[in-house]
């Protein structure tokens, strides 16, 4: 029972890792830009490369 715990827990704490790194790594960055004055900045390029991105699926 013991090892099937630990197996458990595992899986777990990898599947949060998984999920949350990413997560936080973008919360970091937006926090980041909102700092330096360059959301703007941002804002237009996420936008543009939302569109790039929209534009590749259509085709």
Do not use: C, H
């Not at 790194?21 to 804002?43: D, H, N, Q």
Request: zero cysteines; charged letters at 5%; aromatic letters at 8%.
């Amino acid at each position: 029972m013991a090892v099937a715990l630990v197996a458990g827990l595992s899986v777990l704490a990898y599947t949060l890792a998984v999920y949350a790194l990413p997560f936080m790594l973008g919360v970091e960055a937006t926090k980041w830009a909102y700092a330096s004055g360059l959301i703007g900045v941002v804002a237009g390029l996420s936008a543009l490369l939302r569109l790039a991105g929209d534009s590749q699926s259509a085709s």
